[in-house]
């Protein structure tokens, strides 16, 4: 205390959250590092980024424009870049992170900020673990307002992220992502996933099982071509449930999956 540290951040918790497993399960995990590491590095300037970060800032978005490699060096120990890449598709699926881009032009979002009453403020998608906006009869409201109405449900930009998050982040560059990943039928999308896939599974699995395959979208759902029976067989029931998971998180919605054997 008593001294100027602009490196001095905190996260600030509301003391019930330690009551809710969910969060303190999360706190505990290994991946609470790596959103850490995430929460350390968000951008928060106009100057211009490599990635475009600062078009997104001004949009009221709150990113982190870190490569895997750079997130597992500044974590340190025997932290490899698959462990991050592990890590960032279960914070993905707890959602409390989004992810926009594909391959090393990704970008990860963590939440929102503001003016408020001329005060910078910063909603995080963390929150989403938390009991619900409306059973914090006394949360981001003034003394005067919570004791004048003190059973009024709060609505704010928090509680409308939590509900929109991948519509609200993906339209920030969805003609973009569009023309890249659906237009075309499926094979830029595939393409995307397997970048994806290769960070995630072992290069033997990779190589034998992902890398021959082919994908294309029809009726709604993402349709993967195998060179065999048992190779169809197999990513079914071995590995469908971690594409399913890349998938939605490079489009931001889920996909159905169906596996099929080239003609």
């Known amino acids: 205390m008593g001294q100027s540290n602009f490196n001095r951040q905190f996260i600030m918790i509301d003391f019930r959250d330690l009551d809710n497993p969910r969060f303190m399960a999360f706190t505990r995990s290994p ?3 790596t959103y850490l590491t995430m929460r350390r590095h968000i951008w928060r300037s106009l100057t211009q980024h490599s990635r475009g970060i600062e078009q997104l800032y001004a949009q009221g978005y709150l990113c982190c424009g870190l490569s895997r490699e750079k997130i597992a060096k500044s974590i340190g120990g025997e932290i490899s870049k698959r462990t991050v ?3 960032i598709a279960r914070l993905v699926e707890l959602r ?3 992810i926009l881009g594909t391959g090393y032009d990704q970008v990860f979002v963590l939440g929102r900020w503001e003016k408020k009453e001329g005060v910078h403020v910063e909603y995080y998608y963390l ?3 938390t009991p619900p906006l409306d059973t914090l009869e006394t949360f981001f409201q003034g003394t005067a307002d919570s004791e004048a109405n003190p059973g009024k449900k709060l609505l704010d930009p928090l509680e409308e992220s939590c509900h929109t998050p991948w519509k609200e982040t993906s339209t920030m560059n969805r003609e973009s992502m569009n023309t890249e990943l659906r237009i075309d039928g499926g094979p830029a999308l595939w393409k995307a996933v397997k970048e994806e896939l290769k960070l995630q599974l072992t290069s033997a699995t990779f190589d034998q099982w992902i890398n021959r395959t082919t994908a294309r ?3 709604g759902r993402l349709v993967i071509a195998c060179a065999s ?3 169809r067989d197999w990513l079914a029931n071995r590995v469908a449930t971690t594409i399913k998971r890349t998938v939605a998180g490079i489009l931001g919605e889920d996909v159905e999956l169906a596996f099929e054997v080239k003609e």
């Open 229 to 231: 029976e048992y190779a």
């Open 127 to 129: 929150d989403r673990l």
């Open 31 to 33: 991946e609470f590092s």
């Open 217 to 219: 979208r029809e009726d």
């Open 96 to 98: 409390v992170i989004a």
């Open 85 to 87: 890449t592990n890590d």
